[in-house]
């Protein structure tokens, strides 16, 4: 569990680690709510059970969970662009 500040106010956000990749795994390949775990090590049901933890945690609010792989992320946060092309987002000062 991380603070940021939003719209000069502390909020409250849940790092998913390597539970959910990004969003698809919480909000489902057609934002249908169905989870899509990856499980690289363990049990399928471990990391259903794990994503469902750290969506509760989450207050059940997308918005409230950081995806550490979300590619997306550098349009969510503030961000630098490097010549190449990569991306890096500021999520938590």
Same mark, same amino acid.
């Given at each position: 569990?991380?603070?940021?500040?939003?719209? $000069?106010?502390?909020?409250?956000?849940?790092?998913?680690?390597?539970?959910? &990749?990004?969003? *698809? #795994?919480?909000?489902?390949? /057609? #934002?249908? $709510?169905?989870?899509?775990?990856? %499980?690289?090590? $363990?049990?399928?049901?471990?990391?259903?059970?794990?994503?469902?933890?750290?969506?509760?945690?989450?207050? &059940?609010?997308?918005? #409230?969970?950081?995806? /550490?792989? *979300?590619?997306? /992320? &550098?349009? %969510?946060?503030?961000? %630098?662009? &490097?010549?190449?092309?990569?991306?890096?987002?500021?999520?938590?000062?």
């Amino acid at each position: 569990m991380v603070e940021v500040e939003e719209d $000069g106010r502390k909020v409250e956000k849940i790092l998913s680690g390597d539970v959910a &990749y990004v969003q *698809e #795994n919480v909000l489902g390949l /057609n #934002n249908d $709510g169905v989870y899509v775990p990856f %499980t690289a090590v $363990g049990s399928p049901v471990t990391v259903v059970e794990q994503i469902d933890k750290a969506y509760a945690l989450a207050g &059940y609010d997308i918005k #409230n969970l950081i995806f /550490n792989h *979300e590619v997306r /992320n &550098y349009k %969510t946060y503030e961000s %630098t662009t &490097y010549e190449d092309g990569l991306h890096v987002a500021t999520v938590v000062r």
